[in-house]
């Protein structure tokens, strides 16, 4: 079942184009931006292999369970409050920028809230669904929209109209000292490995995570075809006149025999379905630590019937995305990403350094139940050791 | 005897009720006349009584002939004669004889679910001919049959359990089991009947019983550790727990080569998604977003719904209208007039309509690409349920155009990710890995 | 059960009033294949607009294809578009408009970089439209009504991007790239210059711009060679004279770069490398000498191409994106351009062109 592991990180890794990770890299384009890369790419990927060697260790459990048994309950539940809060927001953030940029290609005369709630419907309903559920819809999809994005990417790296003069202009750039926000933000498409904290419940003992080389040679191709691409299409100056950037730059390539003409549109449809999914998984995840910081709901990863708890918890969830996208705008909507993307790195890297120290109080206290029937023989330790 | 039965049964006409005089020694016999094979009743006791008769060959004959049950119990009687059983009482003892008569004696040839080169035999309405026809084809010490009876069904079909014992999951049998437990009907009839007691949620929109009539696909599934369930008086048998993928795999894919195979399991794929969504895309394309298509595109349809005079979804609604209306025609007529309906209603009236300018000529295509990408799909209980549910995607065409769509896609496979079938995932793929011990089917090493 | 139809009656209700007003059908929606800015004399109102709007039939046959061109002067391209939407009876529709022209004169007196701000923001307008220049106004381009149109405006549409006719002396541009040049340093704007005649278009010059306005539009012969070391466009001729008779070969393959010699006073080396066959030739020319006839055909091509390097040089655009291309190589961004700058107006040119012809065609 390692499978599912590297689907959150392949998806998320696409995800970056939505959470304007390249529009915030390419704003930084001559400041730092392109120095920042090579730094969260070793970054992410030290954090993904600690990450998902800490998880290794607690097969079948997710981080809730994990708080749990070694924290508190007051602490397990204030920590799990982050966590509803960063994984929600990231959600929400998605599903009003993309039903923004929806409403602006597809639908622009009409109300934006209507994109909005048919898509908040959507996300009602699917991240509501049970957790086994949600990784067969990641796999799915997956399997049904990568295809095609990646031949959208490919054609868009092999376009004649494509000027590496411009690219190498930015690349040499590399010499700058990297900013720091272009470093928390490349980080992101990383992010994929911290889906692990809900999904590790799925997870069968003795699991054993392979190939883990494909998170740092993923998330090092998406991070520099999303920075770079655009830039060869838009030149170094031009680039950083778009606000849609990725949207823009797909609209520079043409399917001469297509159905569809416009490259812009299969993009935009394909990513309707990796934004929904997104959305998904952050809001499950947030449900299920809302969930785990009540007794009442036992971590439970395979239930097709859905209790009402969880449509109470999506619904709320729907409701302040309509909420925040009443009193948002663009430019707001800009700011509070930036501000999640930072203060998500820094989440990350409390979140390892916690599993860390989880890792070794479970191998210490392994260790205190081997260790005294071998030294002293003591008949009263190795009962409440077994 | 004779008294007590016609007592039990309300004297009905149609029952014989003799006794017996051979001149030496006298019978009591009664049977239903219609539910008997006569020959077999002549061969079987009128003969031996009357025109051979002797004493100890008759008694022997009675106690050690298999044809012959022991019915000691007044109660049993008119069940059993119901069944098509003779019962005759000689010398104090009552016996049932078998002379059920058979309306099947062959398999009949497969109507619903065709095949080009496998097996042209399927069920037939008699349960112990299809047992037979799974002994032959399933040919395993491990094939475990459970009779399942219940007492207070009217019709007294019988039902038949049948599974690998070694390779299907205990905890999907038990809740086959208890489903089968739960059906309270006391009238079943057909096998899809069933099928609909079975499922639990009435309003689900896509079968977790797979409903065949080939015997080779039962084999098949058996091998794969899946759960039959036979009844008697139905051509079809049930399948479970199946998965999505099941509803679009004809049997030929396994005897045909593998490209042939490969080429026509993509085509229905991309026929179901077509059916589902084509109506919905084009509302989506002529009302919100002409420009995602082509450009050639664009104008052909602008210019040939120039004179259709209402919304593009109602043109829509009366097309689809239309042609269910005549697959349904087409379905209940006589299969000489059935094609006359599709040619009129299929050409004359789609001709008509466009010249009368009722509706566009693109509108006729996507008409015709919808019906006929739906008899695509080889199971028909499936296509009912895809025929049925392109309507949602219409209606949210309606309101939301191509994005629309796009949800409803995906959260029509968010949907079928969450359903089960008895217990396993419906829609999820590589998921055979616990299983990986089980040999791979004898059909499939037979093809390769 | 009654609740879950409550819920669903709940859901219709929300869902009814969101969706159903905005529908409109495409026959109520007026399809723009081409639209024309120009520039008038009225201070007022600058901006003449004129759209190209279709009129689809059911019918498509060549030359059947109608279209009718509104017109409308005023302050900008926004307000003209949203007067010249009370003209038409239908909902104008831009996302079919592929084809911009810029008329000549808008575009010597003041520029494109108005036109251009419209193009970019707008949404419906797709980054692979193509724009030209309108000679003598755009206006006269988008009037001219092609007899082989088989649905409006495609002939227009067909002639560029290799869709259709694949010719070796029309330069494509489209809108994303023209953005590009406008802002990119080291590299300026083109636009192919579409001149109408009777009833066909005529696109076989290409306009040079600096940042905002025509320097120098290259003849025919001169946009052939420009097209095929700028952008590699095949299907292109290189002919020369002999004493027996011209010598035409056909371009099959061919693909160019640039590479730059020399450190503080460099030389801009452009390298080419054509593979064809001879079209036309007097009989058994290149049997007695291939090699030599390769390479003065080579060379001939090279004393062409270095003429119109320095004429284009000469005006100060650079729309091969020489500055670009030393601005790659040459690190510390801001100091290399001030120099770049300084050298570029007596900068040398080297063409080494390298010709294989494959063969004779189907004679000696």
């Known amino acids: ?386 | 005897m004779l008294k007590e039965v016609r007592d039990q049964l309300g004297n009905p006409d149609d029952l014989i009720t003799e006794t017996m005089d051979n001149g030496y020694t006298k019978m009591e016999f009664c049977f239903f006349p219609g539910m008997c094979d006569i020959n077999q009743v002549k061969d079987g006791i009128l003969v031996p009584f009357s025109y051979r008769f002797d004493p100890d060959e008759f008694r022997r004959m009675l106690h050690a002939d298999l044809g012959f049950i022991r019915a000691d119990k007044p109660e049993e009687w008119s069940g059993l004669l119901l069944k098509g059983f003779v019962l005759l009482q000689y010398e104090g003892e009552t016996f049932a004889f078998g002379a059920i008569r058979k309306m099947q004696t062959k398999p009949d040839p497969t109507q619903v679910e065709a095949s080009l080169q496998g097996p042209q035999s399927a069920y037939t309405e008699d349960l112990d001919l299809n047992l037979n026809l799974i002994r032959t084809l399933y040919n395993s010490k491990s094939l475990g049959v459970e009779w399942h009876e219940k007492n207070d069904i009217a019709s007294q079909s019988r039902i038949m359990l049948l599974y690998d014992r070694d390779k299907v999951d205990p905890t999907t049998l038990k809740e086959v089991r208890s489903r089968l437990d739960e059906v309270d009907k006391n009238l079943i009839l057909a096998a899809g009947q069933l099928v609909k007691l079975m499922s639990h949620k009435r309003h689900r929109m896509f079968p977790v019983i797979l409903v065949t009539e080939r015997p080779d696909r039962t084999a098949m599934h058996l091998n794969k550790g899946k759960i039959v369930i036979m009844l008697d008086g139905s051509r079809f048998v049930l399948l479970m727990p199946v998965r999505f993928f099941d509803f679009l795999s004809a049997m030929d894919d396994y005897y045909e080569p593998f490209w042939m195979s490969r080429f026509l399991i993509v085509l229905r794929y991309i026929a179901m998604l077509l059916t589902l969504t084509l109506p919905a895309l084009y509302i989506s394309v002529v009302s919100y977003n002409p420009e995602v298509f082509r450009v050639q595109l664009a104008f052909t349809i602008d210019g040939s719904r120039a004179a259709v005079p209402y919304p593009s979804f109602i043109e829509v609604l009366i097309m689809l209208f239309m042609i269910e209306a005549l697959i349904e025609a087409s379905i209940r007529l006589p299969r000489f007039v059935g094609s006359t309906a599709a040619t009129v209603g299929g050409l004359i009236l789609g001709q008509a309509a466009q010249q009368a300018a009722l509706v566009s000529s693109i509108m006729i295509i996507v008409t015709s690409v919808v019906a006929i990408s739906n008899f695509v799909i080889p199971n028909s209980t499936f296509s009912y349920f895809i025929r049925v549910l392109k309507y949602l995607f219409v209606a949210v065409s309606i309101f939301s155009g191509l994005i629309g769509v796009v949800v409803t896609l995906f959260m029509l496979i968010v949907y079928l990710c969450n359903m089960r079938s008895f217990g396993e995932p419906y829609f999820a793929l590589f998921i055979n890995e616990k299983k990986k011990k089980n040999k791979r089917n004898p059909a499939h090493q037979k093809a390769g | ?364």
């Not at chain 1, 800490?54 to 982050?82: H, K, S, T, V, Y």
């Not at chain 1, 971590?299 to 925040?324: E, H, S």
């Not at chain 3, 009814?16 to 294949?33: A, H, T």
């Not at chain 3, 010598?247 to 640039?258: E, G, H, N, P």
Request: aromatic share 12%; hydrophobic share 45%; glycine share 6%.
């Open chain 3, 1 to 364: 059960m009654r609740r879950t139809c409550v819920g669903w009656l709940l859901l219709a209700l929300l869902v009814l009033p969101l969706g159903g007003c905005q529908l409109k059908d495409i026959d109520k929606r007026f399809f723009v294949v081409s639209a024309g800015f120009d520039q008038t004399d009225d201070p007022e109102k600058p901006y003449r607009v004129t759209l190209r709007l279709a009129l689809t039939s059911s019918k498509v046959e060549a030359g059947t294809a109608h279209a009718q061109v509104e017109t409308v002067d005023a302050a900008s391209i926004a307000e003209a578009v949203r007067h010249l939407k009370s003209n038409v009876d239908k909902e104008l529709e831009f996302g079919h408009c592929r084809e911009f022209v810029f008329g000549r004169g808008m575009l010597e007196k003041q520029g494109f970089q108005d036109a251009m701000q419209w193009l970019a923001r707008r949404r419906d307008i797709q980054g692979v439209s193509n724009i030209m220049v309108g000679d003598p106004d755009a206006a006269s381009i988008l009037h001219t009504k092609p007899i082989s149109e088989r649905y409006p405006g495609n002939a227009l549409f067909l002639t560029f991007g290799n869709e259709g006719t694949e010719a070796s002396d029309t330069v494509t541009e489209y809108m994303f790239d023209l953005y590009r040049r406008e802002y990119e340093t080291g590299l300026d704007p083109i636009l192919p210059v579409a001149r109408s005649s009777q009833h066909a278009y005529q696109i076989n010059r290409v306009a040079l711009l600096d940042k905002n306005k025509i320097r120098l539009i290259l003849n025919p012969e001169e946009t052939q060679v420009f097209n095929m070391t700028a952008n590699d466009i095949r299907k292109a001729v290189m002919a020369m004279p002999s004493e027996k008779g011209r010598i035409v070969m056909a371009v099959t393959r061919l693909r160019s770069w640039i590479t730059m010699v020399g450190g503080t006073d460099p030389k801009v080396v452009l390298h080419v490398r054509a593979t064809g066959f001879l079209e036309q030739s007097p009989p058994r020319v290149l049997e007695a000498d291939w090699h030599g006839l390769e390479r003065r055909m080579g060379k001939r091509f090279s004393e062409s191409t270095e003429q119109l390097l320095y004429k284009i040089r000469d005006q100060g655009v650079d729309p091969y994106g020489f500055g670009l291309h030393y601005l790659a190589i040459h690190r510390g961004r801001q100091k290399a351009w001030e120099h770049w700058k300084s050298i570029y107006p007596d900068i040398r040119f080297e063409v080494r062109t390298d010709v294989k012809i494959q063969g004779t065609g189907m004679v000696r």
């Open chain 1, 1 to 386: 079942m390692i499978r599912f592991y590297y689907y959150h990180v392949v998806y998320v890794g696409l995800m970056n184009i939505m959470m304007l990770v390249p529009a915030l890299l390419i704003s930084h384009r001559f400041s730092g931006g392109v120095s920042a890369i090579p730094l969260a790419i070793a970054a992410g990927t030290l954090i993904a292999y600690l990450t998902s060697s800490c998880f290794q260790r607690f097969p079948g459990l997710g981080l809730p369970e994990i708080f749990d048994r070694f924290l508190p309950r007051w602490l397990a539940c204030f920590l799990n409050g982050i966590g509803i809060v960063i994984w929600a927001t990231g959600g929400i953030i998605v599903l009003y920028s993309y039903s923004n940029t929806i409403g602006l290609f597809f639908n622009p005369e009409t109300s934006p809230y209507i994109n909005l709630t048919i898509m908040a419907i959507a996300c009602i309903w699917a991240a509501s669904r049970c957790s086994r559920s949600v990784q067969f819809t990641n796999e799915m999809l997956l399997i049904l929209s990568t295809p095609m994005i990646f031949w959208i990417l490919l054609k868009a790296m092999l376009s004649p109209w494509l000027d590496w003069d411009a690219i190498w202009i930015v690349a040499n750039q590399v010499t700058k000292p990297p900013s720091a926000i272009s470093f928390y933000a490349a980080t992101f498409v990383f992010s994929g490995a911290m889906n692990a904290t809900l999904f590790n419940r799925l997870t069968k003992p003795g699991y054993k995570l392979r190939y883990r080389w494909i998170i740092p040679l993923i998330g090092t191709m998406f991070l520099l075809v999303s920075f770079f691409v655009p830039i060869g299409f838009h030149g170094t100056q031009a680039v950083g006149n778009y606000l849609y950037i990725w949207s823009v730059t797909t609209d520079c390539l043409i399917m001469k025999y297509g159905f569809i003409q416009r490259v812009l549109y299969l993009f935009l449809l394909l990513y309707t379905l990796l934004s929904l999914l997104f959305v998904m998984n952050t809001w499950h995840t947030a449900m299920e630590f809302f969930k785990a910081c009540f007794r009442r709901y036992p971590p439970a990863t395979d239930q097709p019937r859905v209790p009402a708890v969880n449509w109470y918890v999506c619904i709320a969830l729907a409701a302040i995305t309509f909420a925040y996208a009443y009193f948002t705008n663009d430019l707001r909507n800009r700011i509070l990403s930036e501000i999640w993307l930072v203060s998500r790195f820094f989440i990350e890297v409390i979140l390892t350094a916690l599993l860390l120290l989880f890792v070794y109080m479970d191998r210490r206290s392994k260790q205190r139940r081997r260790a005294p029937p071998k030294s002293s023989g003591n008949p009263a330790s190795k009962a409440t050791g077994s």
